[in-house]
């Protein structure tokens, strides 16, 4: 149903407010003044322009048709039940967790505009049998048998990004500022199962964030679809899917029966260099393959304690690769890319989007509308990375 200018109006200015957007901001970005602004949001204005609705869409990160029909009023209930959520939610992570939303309803309908088929989700946990288990247990259990159905046995994970979008999991990363917020699983009511990872961590830590967000989707999919959601704070009230989740996502990474593939260390030079080529091939941080090793009986509880002190062996940020930036590109090219990966766009939606365009499924404004970019910042985006359209 379309809305009358009163209830447009009405629309703008709620979701304005509750990201602590001025009525200059909105004013200055549609190149009006701020009683016209007014009168939009009053709906006072006759007529509203379209191109105002689009510039306060894009301005503040909503789908625009949540402004003109009710055809999203679901995603929007889900968003707010997102934001209630959350612990304190700063306006900047809004209009992330906003921006989150849109990419995830434009993968979805690029997937329905190209026939794209969606894998089917990860079967649930715990299995019967073993609901008695104490949860970090149940963790460790799920992830070795997760490994198993995936037939990985215990050799590395390249890229525990492709393992989530594999199993029809939605996932893209974006800064947060909240430095205690990890993550997010939503059910959102048209895409489905999506995440969000905190892109502004070390890259070996978004691994693991991922890692724990899929354990979020194998145990607790019951309360991301009763709930709508699960927030993934690092010192969580909600001890138990936590501990659970963080169990899994570290044997899930670092299996506790890989070691062995490894010589014991015997000297203080052998714990370093083995730590270091162990974080290295499994993509994780040394401090976990440090603890790994105290639960294996390798070091003891004071030697994994001065290394956590000390932390003698660190794998810098310019050693690790991200694995959604292609190694095809140049060094500028992969900076720029890098940038577009920051700035929510997955190598997913954004192959789906080439796809589109190359087959003329979609326009090129729509290109750039669903990539949360301006005509003109898409074409320099296409430009800067080189990419094939």
């Keep these: 149903m379309a809305f009358?200018?009163?209830?447009?109006?009405?629309?703008?200015?709620?979701?304005?407010?509750?990201?602590?957007?001025?009525?200059?901001?909105?004013?200055?970005?549609?190149?009006?003044?701020?009683?016209?602004?007014?009168?939009?949001?009053?709906?006072?204005?006759?007529?509203?322009?379209?191109?105002?609705?689009?510039?306060?869409?894009?301005?503040?990160?909503?789908?625009?048709?949540?402004?003109?029909?009710?055809?999203?009023?679901?995603?929007?209930?889900e968003t707010r039940r997102l934001f209630r959520a959350m612990d304190e939610p700063r306006p900047a992570d809004l209009r992330a967790l906003r921006r989150f939303m849109l990419f995830c309803m434009a993968e979805h309908e690029m997937e329905i505009l190209l026939n794209a088929i969606s894998p089917a989700l990860p079967p649930e946990y715990p299995r019967p049998g073993r609901v008695e288990k104490l949860a970090k247990d149940q963790g460790k259990q799920a992830a070795c048998d997760e490994r198993e159905r995936m037939g990985i046995s215990i050799n590395p994970i390249s890229n525990i990004f492709t393992v989530l979008r594999q199993h029809n999991v939605r996932l893209f990363r974006q800064p947060l500022e909240d430095a205690r917020l990890?993550?997010?699983?939503?059910?959102?009511?048209?895409?489905?199962?999506?995440?969000?990872?905190?892109?502004?961590?070390?890259?070996?830590?978004?691994?693991?964030?991922?890692?724990?967000?899929?354990?979020?989707?194998?145990?607790?999919?019951?309360?991301?679809n009763s709930q709508g959601c699960i927030v993934s704070y690092r010192f969580s009230t909600n001890a138990l899917i936590e501990m659970r989740a963080n169990a899994f996502a570290a044997e899930f990474l670092l299996p506790t029966d890989a070691l062995p593939r490894y010589p014991k260390p015997k000297t203080l030079d052998d714990l370093k260099d083995s730590i270091d080529t162990i974080a290295r091939d499994y993509r994780v941080n040394t401090e976990t393959v440090a603890i790994r090793m105290k639960e294996r009986g390798w070091i003891s509880d004071k030697t994994l304690s001065s290394f956590q002190k000390t932390k003698p062996v660190v794998i810098r940020r310019h050693e690790k690769s991200d694995p959604d930036i292609p190694q095809s590109l140049t060094p500028a090219q992969a900076a720029r890319f890098e940038a577009a990966i920051r700035h929510g766009i997955s190598s997913r939606l954004w192959e789906l989007l080439r796809r589109g365009l190359t087959e003329n499924v979609i326009t090129f404004g729509r290109f750039a509308e669903m990539l949360d970019l301006t005509v003109e910042e898409a074409r320099e985006f296409i430009r800067s990375t080189g990419m094939a359209v």
């Design 4 to 77: 009358e200018k009163v209830e447009i109006g009405r629309r703008i200015r709620s979701v304005r407010e509750e990201l602590g957007v001025s009525v200059q901001d909105l004013a200055a970005a549609c190149g009006a003044a701020e009683s016209t602004i007014t009168r939009l949001e009053t709906g006072t204005l006759d007529p509203v322009p379209g191109d105002y609705i689009l510039i306060a869409a894009r301005l503040l990160k909503t789908d625009f048709r949540y402004f003109i029909s009710d055809v999203l009023d679901d995603v929007e209930r």
């Design 182 to 224: 990890s993550g997010v699983t939503i059910a959102h009511p048209k895409a489905g199962v999506c995440v969000l990872v905190k892109y502004d961590e070390d890259l070996y830590r978004q691994f693991f964030s991922a890692a724990h967000e899929y354990a979020h989707v194998l145990f607790d999919r019951g309360e991301i």
